[in-house]
């Protein structure tokens, strides 16, 4: 069995804004009862001894933690590579200050659009004036900047004001990942998926990109899975190299398996009732859908089982109510006919370019008494993988 090398520790789902493409669950006040400090600091310390070398620090927003420094100082001196997946909205200087002093390693910093009111509008929430600010602040303080975009059908025709603004703003690398349809993207699924008309403008103008910039800003560009004709490999499979621990301490085998958990008769993997170490080896979740036996034809017999995994569990569950099935973004699937009336739909010329959203709701927290650590430990820094893109 192979070892993990990322966590992803969403700390809170507490969050400043409201995006309608958010992946966190729907039933959000479920996770009000967070982990404390010690208990964060025990989840880095036992995966740090499995074997991680990630730890991607997540929500909702990670900053609405109050311990966030502690946390981060803990992480750093367990020789842990830290990465903060945040909003900006929190990030004052003394707080930056605070976390590059704790041995913060990177930064991902999320964006709606290169538009101040279609940005406001996404985020529903007056925020673009702050997360440039937030931006420089970063540059200022040396960190490596990693940009967040999820595009959907209503900010998807600006990629290339994004791209030029993430250049302005001296990014590092900009994420540009068409929406996953799990939480509230999945709520709001018909108005976010652009149109095909969309996706190939999109990809020209980051073609383009690539050759104008060079080295000079990595671009990693994501297309919707519901335009493949394969799925994509899928967190490398089902509990493989990397998993999730949400507020109130569940562990998943990836950031959106939050409703397959519920529809599985399955015990919960919980951080207070296991070792992180028994869950990623025992707990039946994780255990349900690793390696190749559960398949179902046509995946069982298809020779890309060891390249795409069978798809995504949560988009299979998502569509047809069953994670075990293929995924329906596979042209080989026999759910296959979901995709496509969902495309089809999207494509409709009658239809309106941009529909109501419902935005994500917000979660109140309970309190908890936080701890301080002190001092830190040097080592060197790995390679930062690719995350999941939050809001």
Not at 19 to 33: I, K, V
Request: aromatic share 6%.
């Amino acid at each position: 069995m192979d070892k993990p090398y990322g966590l992803l520790a969403e700390l809170t789902y507490s969050c400043p804004l409201q995006c309608a493409y958010c992946s966190n669950p729907l039933q959000l006040d479920d996770y009000r009862d967070e982990l404390s400090t010690e208990e964060w600091q025990r989840v880095f310390a036992e995966a740090a001894d499995l074997g991680v070398l990630q730890l991607h620090l997540s929500g909702g927003e990670p900053l609405q933690r109050r311990d966030i420094v502690d946390l981060v100082q803990s992480a750093n001196q367990l020789g842990l590579y830290t990465n903060l997946i945040t909003s900006g909205l929190g990030l004052s200087t003394r707080r930056a200050e605070q976390l590059r002093n704790a041995g913060l390693d990177h930064v991902q910093l999320s964006i709606q659009a290169d538009d101040q009111a279609l940005s406001d509008q996404i985020a529903v929430t007056t925020s673009f004036e702050r997360k440039q600010v937030a931006a420089r602040l970063i540059k200022q303080l040396g960190w490596p900047l990693t940009l967040n975009v999820v595009l959907h059908r209503q900010n998807i025709d600006r990629i290339g004001g994004m791209l030029d603004m993430a250049v302005a703003m001296e990014a590092d690398r900009i994420e540009l990942a068409n929406t996953q349809y799990a939480g509230w993207a999945g709520l709001n699924q018909a108005e976010l998926l652009p149109t095909r008309d969309q996706l190939e403008r999109a990809e020209a103008v980051v073609r383009a990109a690539r050759e104008r910039l060079g080295n000079r800003m990595e671009i990693i560009y994501v297309i919707p899975d519901y335009y493949s004709k394969y799925p994509k490999p899928c967190m490398d499979g089902w509990a493989s190299r990397q998993f999730t621990v949400v507020p109130n301490g569940e562990a998943l085998p990836c950031p959106a398996a939050h409703e397959v958990a519920r529809g599985l008769d399955l015990p919960p993997a919980s951080v207070r009732e296991h070792s992180l170490e028994w869950i990623w080896e025992k707990a039946p979740l994780f255990q349900q859908f690793r390696g190749d036996a559960w398949m179902p034809d046509p995946c069982r017999s298809c020779e890309r089982k060891e390249i795409d995994f069978g798809g995504c569990r949560c988009q299979a569950f998502a569509l047809t109510g069953d994670a075990a099935r293929t995924d329906p973004v596979c042209h080989l699937s026999p759910d296959h006919g979901l995709v496509e009336a969902a495309v089809a739909a999207a494509n409709d010329p009658m239809r309106p370019q941009h529909g109501p959203l419902i935005p994500r709701q917000q979660v109140g927290r309970t309190k908890r008494t936080t701890t301080s650590t002190q001092g830190r430990t040097a080592r060197t820094p790995v390679p930062l993988s690719p995350t999941i893109l939050k809001g």
